[in-house]
């Protein structure tokens, strides 16, 4: 267990709707991080908050959306839902934003499959 | 632009069978480089950070090793129970990790 949760595990919606799913960071972890995995494939980052503040984007679509809240929980908000948008998210958290490695070791949460039909 | 390339893609070993994975990074200024193990439909696992060329790390049946343009996972003696996909990353402290694409293990009894 890395101490890292998501909500839901699963997540069956139609094409064209929104969703958000749920991360709540490791205790301690300042940085949370969002990631698609589809079918097969690799890890795709999506993008970074740090205690409050956008860190970095990856290949975040226009329709998704993301916030990290003062209690540092984040969510991830996805719109205009496809079919192709069916995958693995997960979230990851570490202690820092940048700095030494030991600091941005990431912890993965379990992730949260997302089915659009 | 930052890149991670794991080989082989995928791996079928017998148990006991001893065998290497590859990592190999392009990157400016590696500060980090990463192990993940991944089992199917879960997260990644953390397995160890490597900090500069020369270090190796150690935990149970695995070792990794760096050099300046490679890591390796050694796998010593491997049990069914090492079936898994593991994932290198990168980290140079200008973004987020750059992960490579995993190499898909199957050790079979």
């Known amino acids: 267990d890395s101490g890292v949760t998501q909500t839901p595990k699963h997540l069956i919606t139609a094409t064209g709707q929104r969703v958000t799913l749920r991360c709540s960071p490791r205790s301690g972890d300042l940085s949370v991080y969002w990631y698609q995995q589809s079918l097969d494939q690799g890890l795709q980052f999506l993008i970074q908050y740090y205690n409050g503040e956008e860190r970095a984007k990856g290949n975040i679509l226009e329709r998704f959306s993301a916030q990290q809240f003062p209690d540092l929980h984040s969510e991830l908000n996805l719109s205009s839902l496809e079919l192709g948008d069916s995958a693995l998210y997960f979230c990851a958290s570490s202690v820092a934003g940048g700095g030494g490695p030991s600091l941005n070791e990431q912890y993965f949460g379990p992730g949260t499959r997302l089915t659009v039909t | 632009e930052d890149q991670v390339t794991q080989s082989p893609e995928a791996l079928r070993l017998q148990e006991g069978e001893s065998s290497s994975l590859n990592c190999s990074y392009t990157?400016?200024?590696?500060?980090?480089l990463f192990w993940y193990r991944q089992d199917p439909g879960k997260g990644p696992e953390f397995l160890f950070t490597?900090?500069?060329a020369g270090e190796e790390k150690e935990k149970e049946r695995l070792k990794a090793t760096l050099t300046k343009k490679e890591s390796f996972l050694h796998i010593t003696a491997p049990k069914p129970e090492d079936s898994a996909t593991y994932l290198c990353?990168?980290?140079?402290?200008?973004?987020?990790?750059?992960f490579g694409s995993g190499t898909r293990l199957q050790v079979q009894p």
């Open positions: 490597l900090y500069s």
């Open positions: 990157v400016s200024g590696l500060r980090g």
């Open positions: 990353a990168a980290y140079t402290g200008r973004r987020a990790l750059t």
